[in-house]
């Protein structure tokens, strides 16, 4: 595309998005590409210019670094051909790209070397690229042996007196609890051949099981060479419903020595945007319940609940932790940095936690918060 031919979308005047300090360097939004498939959008909408609008428009305020997966159906082409139309403002050392390997549909896990590999060059080609920042192993609570007492309901006794059921005891880090953990490891050994080729800079694991994350970076670490995941990103753990990733991050960081946590999905996959969430999305009936409410109250107050969802996060990601946000459009992108100026200026902050808490209690109320979802189902 001429760059004549480019739209000219433009940043409201105000601060443009902050990196942070850690081993990335990523900046304080990362730009979530998993809103740029069908899960969540219309072909109507992927298939204009919105999402090269959109990408042109989180360039230009700083989301310098980008989340996708091949799981994501089109959404690394439509990055990569938005990224590339961009290179002449944006070329690639101006912005960070993460992707992820091993999912490829709702019940398709491929974690066999052979197709990490094949996968992940498949996905350096479609995003235009010579080399990742990040490369995850993505949702491996699928792949994984399983070891949990239960799939559903509050899970932070893993960190205390339920450690054993969870596999999470001193002394059985390195554990191997079954063909899963090896496929893990496996898979993982793959992506630091490629590390080694240059091909990726950093390797993660993803999922939304806190327990499982925790248990498989202390599995990595304690097995040859006996080094630490690079990354870790957990999705919906961090919102008004849930703040599970807060109290999983020490143990994260100190017991696993994992190097940068990222917390991903502040709208918990559409649950807390106060539209209806997407026909998949496995939430209870009573959490859905609790959700419109508050996405009731929130707005008698006069702000909307993915206002109030965003502002949470950020807040609470603080200055270590960067936040992954789904944009597909290029409003959303205005509105989420509208926030995060609002949250570093500190602007209403008062009024703006109040009303966090009222959702919050809304939860508790419910039965639901810090409630968490089976997964796998």
Known sequence: MASTDLPNELPTPGSLVSRLDGPLSLPRIVFGGGALSHQYN??????SDAPLRTVQLALRYGITAFDTSAYYGPSEILLGNALKALQDEFPRSSYQLMTKCGRYGMAEFDYTPAKIRESVKRSLERLHTEYFDVV????????ATE??????????????????AYGLSEGEEA??????DQRILDAFTELRKMKDEGLIKHIGITGYPLYTLLRL????????????VDVILSYSNLSLQSSTFLQFAPQLLERAHVGQLVAASPFSMGLLTGASPPSWHPASPELLAASVRAAEESASKGRSLADLATGYCLRHTGDAIPLA???????????????????EMAGDEDVRIAQEEAAKAIFKEAGVLDWAWASPP
């Open 175 to 180: 554990k191997v609890r079954g063909e899963g």
């Open 325 to 343: 946000v789904g944009f597909s459009r290029p409003e959303e992108v205005h509105e989420c940095v509208r926030v995060w100026r609002e949250i």
């Open 136 to 143: 995850h192993l993505h949702d491996v609570e699928f792949v």
């Open 147 to 164: 070891v949990t007492p239960r799939r559903t309901g509050i899970h932070t006794a893993a960190l205390l007196e339920d450690k054993a």
């Open 42 to 47: 219309s072909e109507a909408l992927l298939s």
């Open 217 to 228: 970076s202390l599995l990595i670490l304690r097995n040859p060479p006996f080094k630490p």
